[in-house]
């Protein structure tokens, strides 16, 4: 089984500040990959998606992905308390019309006011 | 419409009981998923189905039985379950076009088994 490996948390950033979480994986080969969010006792939402390495920004989020080290992360800018969730890594292990999405633990982010 | 549906929320059942959970979407997908979350981990794929055929069965125990009656609908058929079978069961669904993709989870069913 490939893996995804996040740093469980929780991380606690104020309002307004910057949150980093980060996401690495070992298959080599994958090709997409997701940032999800979890609020508690709700079902996973997905945030950002990326493919390319570099950099995607939509709104407040930016993905990065590095697919030399295997590296992806997602940056919230001014973060607000209601960002304050599980946010879990994926990635698609799958190479046919479905995906085979395999998570990491999450992260659970803390904003404060 | 992005919506995926589930029903029914939560389910109390015994060891013996059968009950299925049911999953629907209408947004012309072809890819259809079950997971299983249990507190504090993240989702493990179950099954997937692509075009109404099973593609991926992840060694899950015979108790659990899914079935694709049509591209819409997705049900996961419950018999003998165990009490560690308790876990937030979440169906996904994609266009089955390729690897980018969006994966869109239903809010899930809760089950708790006795």
């Known amino acids: 089984q490939k893996e995804v490996e996040q740093n469980s948390g929780p991380l606690s950033v104020p309002e307004g500040a910057i949150a980093s979480l980060n996401c690495t994986y070992s298959d080599r080969g994958s090709q997409s990959f997701f940032w999800y969010r979890q609020y508690s006792g709700k079902s996973p939402e997905l945030i950002m998606s990326?493919?390319?390495?570099g950099d995607k920004e939509d709104g407040r989020f930016t993905a990065q992905l590095n697919k030399a080290s295997q590296y992806v992360s997602l940056l919230i800018r001014d973060s607000q308390p209601s960002d304050s969730a599980t946010y879990l890594c994926?990635?698609?292990?799958?190479?046919?019309?479905?995906?085979?999405?395999?998570f990491g633990t999450g992260t659970r982010l803390l904003v404060s006011p | 419409d992005t919506e995926v549906t589930q029903t029914p929320k939560h389910l109390v059942m015994g060891m013996t009981n059968k009950k299925s959970l049911k999953c629907e979407q209408h947004?012309?997908?072809?890819?259809m998923y079950w997971y299983k979350q249990k507190a504090k981990k993240p989702p493990e794929l179950m099954f997937v189905y692509s075009y109404e055929k099973l593609s991926i069965n992840e060694s899950v125990p015979s108790r659990f039985s899914p079935e694709c009656p049509n591209s819409s609908l997705l049900n996961l058929h419950l018999h003998a379950l165990q009490p560690e079978d308790s876990a937030l069961y979440l169906c996904?669904?994609?266009?089955?076009?390729?690897?980018?993709?969006?994966?869109?989870f239903g809010p899930g069913t809760r089950l708790l088994v006795l």
């Open positions: 996904a669904s994609s266009l089955a076009g390729g690897i980018q993709e969006t994966q869109y």
């Open positions: 947004m012309g997908h072809r890819a």
């Open positions: 990326i493919y390319s390495n």
């Open positions: 994926a990635v698609n292990e799958g190479n046919t019309g479905f995906q085979k999405l395999v």
